[in-house]
């Protein structure tokens, strides 16, 4: 049997700037394990919301095992993230899709 990762991530994934060796943190995120200074935009749970910020300890609970979290970019700090969400957000609008991030983010994948 095979297991699936605790994500999956977007095909045009966003990288902070601080965010070193993309490849072994893609990884780490995959399979699980914890990383102390690396958070991670991903996919609201919930029908209200459109994109969280999710520290990546987070994708080590066994529900992330069943249900994947789905990462559209991975930053090396909150703040980072915070500015990362920004940068999506006038993309967006200068799209016409102001207010639609994931229909933005899918439109362009």
């Known amino acids: 049997m095979k297991k699936n990762g605790f994500c999956t991530f977007y095909k045009n994934l966003y990288f ?28 609201a749970m919930n029908e209200n919301d459109q994109l969280e910020i999710i520290h990546s300890a987070f994708l080590k609970q066994a529900y992330y095992r069943e ?13 980072e993230a915070l500015d990362m969400v920004v940068d999506i957000s006038n993309r967006a609008c200068e799209a016409g899709m102001e207010g639609q991030l994931i229909e933005y983010l899918d439109k362009n994948a």
């Open 16 to 43: 902070g700037k601080t965010v070193k060796r993309h490849s072994l943190v893609k990884w780490k995120l995959y399979h699980g394990s914890g990383q102390f200074t690396i958070f991670c935009l991903v996919r």
């Open 67 to 79: 249900h994947p979290a789905y990462i559209y970019g991975i930053a090396g700090s909150y703040e």
